[in-house]
């Protein structure tokens, strides 16, 4: 079986980022495609909105171009704020996405973290949890392909999505109510950090609504990644980049939220031993995805300059790839 190779990005820019954000994008863009021909396994979107460094606002829209120029790899939103969309909208985006695809398409729904993007799209963050089961509903009846009512317009979805919404659609979350959520709406889990204890308590809940086809996509507990012939040069040249994400991220921690790449590092000795991001010569890198079957690359990672992104990524492929072979 061939590692698992996910490229994810979610386009935050450092401000001392060389690149102009179109070029970026357009780079994101050129950077699956050739994914897809070297045969890695998924390209993952993020989303968050009013942000001052340029994170990735609209996923849906990105995604729908990955696909298009694309034929094999996955295409992945992980995860999309639900509260925050219209769900009649999503819904259609969703079959569209899958169409074109060609069941290359599934889609993480988060419940959010940020006070900030509830307040700017004018959604009640106390009454979130609400907000989402009700959309959450709405978005599954839609995608059944059936009619239905809604307020008090007949409704329905043409065309039809070609598979069960429950082989696109997953619950993200990293608390109970999220692996509650997921499991009373028979969909499967996708938490953000790998928790056994929270599996095992999906099950649980998924034993008690009776859904015997519960299934956990655990994130592996994967760092972000970067591959370089000389990674202490590499951390001296790029590691600036890769401080700024993670102290970007690091701002927006909430008392609720978990996830694996939530850094507390305040400096690059910090960041580099902690773990969590890294820059592995190919030797490691192989050896890291020998010992878990899996890894993140995060080619534009907090504004990494398009170059050096690319010499990343070429020596995945050329040194990466064959010693696994």
């Keep these: 079986m061939p590692p698992l190779a996910i490229l994810q990005f979610d386009l935050r820019q450092a401000p001392f980022c060389p690149d102009s954000a179109q070029q970026r994008m357009r780079a994101c863009l050129e950077m699956i495609e050739w994914a897809d021909q070297q045969g890695l396994s998924v390209a993952a979107f993020s989303e968050h909105h009013n942000t001052p460094d340029?994170?990735?606002?609209?996923p849906l829209a990105l995604a729908m171009a990955a696909a298009a120029r694309t034929r094999r790899?996955?295409?992945?939103?992980?995860?999309?704020?639900?509260?925050?969309?219209?769900p009649l909208r999503v819904a259609e985006d969703v079959v569209a996405l899958d169409s074109v695809s060609e069941g290359r398409f599934n889609l993480t729904l988060g419940l959010g973290y940020r006070q900030l993007e509830y307040d700017t799209f004018g959604v009640d963050w106390a009454s979130r949890g609400r907000i989402f089961d009700a959309k959450l509903t709405l978005l599954l009846q839609a995608l059944s392909g059936e009619a239905f009512d809604h307020h008090g317009t007949p409704c329905q979805l043409v065309p039809a999505l070609a598979r069960p919404a429950r082989d696109i659609v997953f619950v993200g979350g990293n608390s109970r109510a999220a692996a509650r959520r997921a499991a009373r709406f028979g969909l499967y889990f996708a938490p953000a950090i790998d928790d056994p204890s929270l599996g095992d308590y999906y099950r649980e809940a998924c034993a008690q609504q009776g859904f015997d086809n519960g299934f956990i996509i655990y994130p592996r507990e994967p760092c972000l990644t970067l591959i370089a012939e000389d990674p202490d040069a590499a951390w001296a040249e790029l590691g600036p980049y890769l401080l700024y994400?993670?102290?970007?991220?690091?701002?927006?921690?909430?008392?609720?939220?978990?996830?694996?790449?939530?850094?507390?590092?305040?400096?690059?000795?910090?960041?580099?031993?902690?773990?969590?991001?890294?820059?592995?010569?190919?030797?490691?890198?192989?050896?890291?995805?020998?010992?878990?079957?899996?890894?993140?690359?995060?080619?534009?990672?907090?504004?990494?300059?398009?170059?050096a992104a690319w010499q990343s990524l070429e020596l995945y492929a050329q040194k990466v790839l064959p010693l696994l072979q």
Excluded: T
């Design 73 to 86: 790899i996955a295409i992945s939103v992980s995860a999309l704020q639900l509260p925050l969309h219209d």
């Design 54 to 58: 340029g994170f990735l606002s609209a």
């Design 245 to 307: 994400d993670a102290m970007s991220y690091a701002k927006w921690r909430h008392p609720s939220r978990r996830a694996y790449a939530e850094s507390a590092a305040e400096d690059l000795q910090q960041l580099r031993a902690e773990g969590k991001y890294a820059i592995l010569s190919p030797d490691e890198a192989a050896a890291v995805i020998a010992s878990k079957g899996s890894i993140n690359l995060a080619p534009l990672c907090g504004g990494v300059p398009v170059d």
